[in-house]
Nanobody
Framework: QVQLVESGGGLVQPGGSLRLSCAVS????????MGWYRQAPGKQRELVAG???????NYTDSAKGRFTISRDNAKNTVYLQMNKLEPEDTAVYYC?????????WGQGTQVTVSS
């Protein structure tokens, strides 16, 4: 069973930065398409950023220019660098790993942007 463990969330002031990490267990990290999702209270979970096993990235419009997703296949880890954070970025952030019909989720990490 593949396990995903997120870390790096917390409380940050508007305009600040955070880097989220997601460590993936097992030996198949390289084949996974990885994604960061978020869910704010009362809202649906949405994709924030994704990265393929070839390193091709995509971002939701609100994340473009502020967030950067990256992966380190040697460490079985995917990152989300978040800069210029806004109160609207407050949510629980989830890591996702996918391959064909298989899909795995982490437990989530809380990000709160507030002064």
């Amino acid at each position: 069973q593949v396990q995903l463990v997120e870390s790096g969330g917390g409380l940050v002031q508007p305009g600040g930065s955070l880097r989220l990490s997601c460590a993936v267990s097992g030996n198949n990290f390289r084949i996974f398409v990885m994604g960061w999702y978020r869910q704010a209270p009362g809202k649906q979970r949405e994709l924030v950023a994704g990265i393929t096993n070839f390193g091709i990235t995509n971002y939701t419009d609100s994340a473009k220019g502020r967030f950067t997703i990256s992966r380190d296949n040697a460490k079985n880890t995917v990152y989300l660098q978040m800069n210029k954070l806004e109160p609207e970025d407050t949510a629980v952030y989830y890591c996702n790993a996918g391959f064909l019909s298989l899909e795995y989720w982490g437990q989530g990490t809380q990000v709160t942007v507030s002064s």
